[in-house]
């Protein structure tokens, strides 16, 4: 699988998620690095729907801090869907017994990566932490926040690096300087919708200039 996010390789959210270690990684705009490409989970092609002409690309916007039930872990790039669908699902089914309705889009932070795998952290918001909270591999977060740059992408995960590749170009054409991170936000259910259909905002913080 073509990734940037292989050549991020860095602990992203030091600054807006307290769980997570300091980064150590290089910036958010850094070009992928061509490695062997991953299957599918559905065993089919990457694809890539056709944009939206209407979709933000490089937009500013700003992001409202949210509760969130979150998991993080370690995959391969290889099952990297497949183990981050399967975190979802660990969070879906806790809200379900807990009958707790989730309050937004479900999240996808890449902690730490390299050329064969990655640290995660996924999320989900809720409209107030459970009490008590949740055990084991699952815990109470607060979402990124603050002033980011969004981009969409429609289509697979795997044809993301596309969407990736065009984000990179974009910033160093405007000649933007960006932090050690990268959020992906699920338009669409990332458990139930077809790799084809999914809907995934991408957002980026840009580097604060000192005065």
């Given at each position: 699988?073509?990734?940037?996010?292989?050549?991020?390789?860095?602990?992203?959210?030091?600054?807006?998620?307290?769980?997570?270690?300091?980064?150590?990684?290089?910036?958010?705009?850094?070009?992928?690095?061509?490695?062997?490409?991953?299957?599918?989970?559905?065993?089919?092609?990457?694809?890539?729907?056709?944009?939206?002409?209407?979709?933000p690309f490089?937009?500013?916007?700003?992001?409202?801090?949210?509760?969130?039930?979150?998991?993080?872990?370690?995959?391969?790039?290889?099952?990297?869907?497949?183990?981050?669908?399967?975190?979802?699902?660990?969070?879906?089914?806790?809200?379900?017994?807990?009958?707790?309705?989730?309050?937004?889009?479900?999240?996808?932070?890449?902690?730490?990566?390299d050329?064969?795998?990655?640290?995660?952290?996924?999320?989900?918001?809720v409209?107030?932490?459970?009490?008590?909270?949740?055990?084991?591999?699952?815990?109470?977060?607060?979402s990124?926040?603050?002033?980011?740059?969004?981009?969409?992408?429609?289509?697979?995960?795997?044809?993301?690096?596309?969407?990736?590749?065009?984000?990179?170009?974009?910033?160093?054409?405007?000649r933007?300087e960006t932090?050690?991170?990268?959020?992906?936000?699920?338009?669409t259910?990332?458990v139930?919708?077809?790799?084809a259909?999914?809907?995934?905002?991408i957002?980026?913080?840009?580097?604060i200039?000192?005065?």
């Amino acid at each position: 699988m073509t990734c940037v996010r292989r050549a991020v390789g860095a602990a992203f959210l030091t600054a807006v998620f307290a769980l997570i270690q300091p980064p150590i990684g290089a910036q958010a705009q850094a070009a992928r690095a061509p490695t062997e490409k991953a299957p599918e989970v559905s065993a089919t092609p990457a694809q890539a729907a056709p944009a939206n002409p209407a979709d933000p690309f490089g937009e500013e916007v700003t992001l409202e801090e949210k509760t969130i039930i979150t998991m993080k872990g370690t995959a391969t790039w290889e099952t990297a869907f497949e183990t981050l669908a399967d975190a979802f699902k660990t969070i879906g089914g806790y809200l379900d017994k807990q009958k707790i309705q989730p309050s937004g889009k479900a999240l996808v932070v890449y902690t730490q990566t390299d050329d064969t795998g990655f640290n995660y952290q996924v999320g989900i918001p809720v409209a107030e932490a459970p009490k008590p909270p949740p055990r084991g591999d699952l815990s109470v977060g607060k979402s990124p926040a603050g002033k980011l740059l969004k981009f969409v992408h429609r289509g697979s995960y795997d044809a993301m690096d596309t969407t990736y590749e065009a984000i990179t170009n974009h910033l160093d054409e405007k000649r933007l300087e960006t932090e050690d991170m990268f959020i992906e936000e699920y338009v669409t259910d990332p458990v139930k919708t077809p790799q084809a259909k999914l809907i995934v905002n991408i957002y980026i913080p840009l580097k604060i200039q000192s005065p």
